[in-house]
């Protein structure tokens, strides 16, 4: 069965951290280009960094410098580390397989940030 499944979302205050995985299964993780996206309430989902197969990586401005995506071939996991979170990155975190000819998405993870 091909899924992906995030987890590692909860409830932080501003300047926290939390690490979110993303387990794929049912094709070749490691040659996909991957990505996290997150979707706030009344906004369109947005992507949030992007990982090829090779490991460069690719940021939105808004989390650049805070946020790392990384990828563990050998247990087809996506991972994004997030540090110093800001109200403003409160939303639901999906990652996505690039390339796959049809979309596939999990069921996401929420993260809330606040005082």
């Known amino acids: 069965q091909v899924q992906l499944v995030e987890s590692g979302g909860g409830f932080v205050q501003p300047g926290g951290s939390l690490r979110l995985s993303c387990a794929a299964s049912?094709?070749?993780?490691?040659?996909?280009?991957m990505g996290w996206y997150r979707q706030a309430p009344g906004k369109q989902r947005e992507l949030v960094a992007f990982i090829t197969s090779g490991g460069t990586t690719t940021y939105a401005d808004s989390v650049k410098g805070r946020f790392a995506i990384s990828r563990d071939n050998a247990r087809d996991t996506l991972y994004l580390q997030m540090n110093s979170l800001e109200t403003e990155d409160t939303a639901v975190y999906f990652c996505?397989?690039?390339?796959?000819?049809?979309?596939?998405w999990g069921q996401g993870t929420q993260v809330t940030v606040s005082s």
């Open positions: 049912g094709f070749v993780f490691s040659i996909h280009a």
């Open positions: 996505n397989a690039d390339g796959l000819g049809f979309p596939l």
